[in-house]
T-cell receptor, first 113, second 113 residues
Framework: ETGVTQTPRHLVMGMTNKKSLKCEQHLGHNAMYWYKQSAKKPLELMFVYNFKEQTENNSVPSRFSPECPNSSHLFLHLHTLQPEDSALYLC????????????FGPGTRLLVL | AQKVTQAQTEISVVEKEDVTLDCVYETRDTTYYLFWYKQPPSGELVFLIRRNSFDEQNEISGRYSWNFQKSTSSFNFTITASQVVDSAVYFCALMDSNYQLIWGAGTKLIIKP
């Protein structure tokens, strides 16, 4: 099942670097999501896009900048991150924003040094 | 408040044993959805089942079965004749009236050969 793909799978970056995470869904869905999964903490919803428009930003620091050029692609631009931002970043998509099952990608494991 | 509790942090069984993962939820909504996801070591969250609050029928899919009981606010997951490949972290989640997913802390399941 390769419905939702994410690249890169692993990323190591310094605090002064700028990098981007990419997510692509091949399911024809209209909603896309970024989640952060840290050790010992529940999944945290970061951003939601519905029909390319950002509908939710759950108080995410500005060093994380999402971009959704179309319904199939979602990016997360990273700059001046902190070591506590090290986590697994998961992308998901759903047919609609409301009441639909979310399907997840394999995630990007990010380590900030 | 909306909440999902997975009281079992870790379960370890020997292959071929049956195992039940518990999930208890709290919500004031009358319409809601419940989910189970599997997260193997690779990191991807794999969707297993979605159940809406009006459908209390139990579900069976191969070796997997789910028992939804509104009277006890529980949505338990049983794996029959467990296999090593079932080893993963399993998450129960509640979708509330705002269509946010509220996640349990997860249960790590270890199947020993």
């Amino acid at each position: 099942e390769t419905g939702v793909t994410q690249t890169p799978r692993h990323l190591v970056m310094g605090m002064t670097n700028k990098k981007s995470l990419k997510c692509e869904q091949h399911l024809g869905h209209n909603a896309m999501y970024w989640y952060k999964q840290s050790a010992k903490k529940p999944l945290e919803l970061m951003f939601v896009y519905n029909f390319k428009e950002q509908t939710e930003n759950n108080s995410v620091p500005s060093r994380f900048s999402p971009e959704c050029p179309n319904s199939s692609h979602l990016f997360l631009h990273l700059h001046t991150l902190q070591p506590e931002d090290s986590a697994l970043y998961l992308c998901a998509s759903s047919r609609e924003r409301v009441g639909e099952t979310q399907y997840f990608g394999p995630g990007t494991r990010l380590l900030v040094l | 408040a909306q909440k999902v509790t997975q009281a079992q942090t870790e379960i370890s069984v020997v292959e071929k044993e049956d195992v039940t993962l518990d999930c208890v939820y709290e919500t004031r909504d009358t319409t809601y959805y419940l989910f189970w996801y599997k997260q193997p070591p690779s990191g991807e969250l794999v969707f297993l089942i979605r159940r809406n609050s009006f459908d209390e029928q139990n579900e069976i899919s191969g070796r997997y079965s789910w028992n939804f009981q509104k009277s006890t606010s529980s949505f338990n997951f049983t794996i029959t004749a467990s296999q090593v490949v079932d080893s993963a972290v399993y998450f129960c989640a509640l979708m509330d009236s705002n269509y946010q997913l509220i996640w349990g802390a997860g249960t790590k399941l270890i199947i020993k050969p």
